[in-house]
């Protein structure tokens, strides 16, 4: 199956900074997608990013399938935005396999 | 329901007891997951039902792990006899369709055992 890694494992902002986080997968992925969970444990789904650049508020994310990356860009972080960040995609019959997260903590 | 519902939130368990965890998934989602958390680490794939039917059960680490969702709606995932490196916490999703894009979960079950 996939091996996905992500970078950097954690990862410290001041309130305001913009941030960019890194996924890295060792086969072609259909299906990427980027996860926050939150402080209490919540997943919440992002973005589903097989391709291309998507926006949402401060949050975007970009796809390069052919060279087997994606990045999720953080602007303006808040404190809010703390929390572990994901990306998974499909193998085989795996619905999702996951990387091991960056770990962000935005201070005030 | 509003969102998928997992019970209890923590579980704490003496080694070897037998433990059940609950999942509860938005009412009309055909497909239910399990996955595993272990502390640090990114959920592990555990098992997928599609309606009552279990299509997948590649990722139950042992033959002590079991799931079920007779009716098609709950799912239940048993451990027997636990042991210490089960403790992890167990997340369930649920999507209308199985459409992977479409995941919805829950906020887990937070498994020790001393």
């Given at each position: 199956?996939?091996?996905?890694?992500?970078?950097?494992?954690?990862?410290?902002?001041?309130e305001?900074?913009?941030?960019?986080?890194?996924?890295?997968?060792?086969?072609?992925?259909?299906?990427l997608?980027w996860?926050?969970?939150?402080?209490?444990?919540?997943?919440?789904?992002l973005f589903?990013i097989?391709?291309?650049?998507?926006?949402?508020?401060?949050?975007?994310?970009?796809t390069?399938?052919?060279?087997?990356?994606?990045?999720?860009?953080?602007?303006?972080?808040?404190?809010?935005?703390s929390?572990?960040?994901?990306?998974?995609?499909?193998?085989?019959?795996?619905p999702?396999?996951?990387?091991?997260?960056?770990r962000?903590?935005?201070i005030? | 329901?509003?969102?998928?519902?997992?019970?209890?939130?923590?579980k704490?368990?003496?080694?070897?007891?037998?433990?059940?965890?609950?999942?509860?998934?938005i009412?009309?989602?055909?497909?239910?997951?399990?996955?595993?958390?272990?502390l640090g680490?990114?959920p592990?794939?555990?098992?997928?039902?599609?309606?009552?039917?279990?299509l997948?059960?590649?990722?139950?680490?042992?033959?002590?792990?079991?799931?079920?969702?007779p009716e098609?709606?709950?799912?239940t995932?048993?451990?027997?006899?636990?042991?210490?490196?089960?403790s992890?916490v167990?997340?369930?999703?649920?999507?209308l369709?199985?459409?992977?894009?479409?995941?919805t979960f829950?906020?887990?079950t937070?498994?020790?055992?001393?």
């Open positions: 199956g996939i091996q996905v890694e992500q970078s950097p494992p954690d990862l410290i902002l001041q305001g900074a913009n941030s960019t986080l890194r996924c890295n997968f060792s086969d072609s992925v259909n299906n997608q996860f926050h969970q939150n402080p209490w444990g919540q997943l919440i789904n589903y097989p391709s291309g650049t998507k926006q949402n508020g401060r949050l975007s994310a970009t390069v399938a052919t060279e087997r990356y994606s990045l999720l860009y953080i602007s303006s972080s808040q404190t809010t935005d929390g572990v960040y994901f990306c998974a995609g499909p193998s085989g019959n795996t999702l396999v996951f990387g091991k997260g960056t962000l903590s935005v005030a | 329901g509003a969102g998928v519902s997992q019970s209890p939130r923590y704490v368990a003496k080694r070897g007891q037998d433990v059940a965890l609950r999942c509860d998934p009412s009309g989602h055909v497909s239910l997951f399990w996955y595993q958390q272990a680490q990114g592990e794939f555990l098992t997928y039902f599609q309606n009552e039917a279990q997948d059960k590649s990722g139950l680490p042992s033959d002590r792990f079991f799931a079920e969702r098609g709606s709950v799912s995932l048993k451990i027997q006899r636990t042991q210490q490196e089960d992890a167990y997340l369930c999703a649920s999507s369709t199985g459409q992977i894009n479409g995941y829950g906020s887990g937070r498994l020790t055992v001393v």
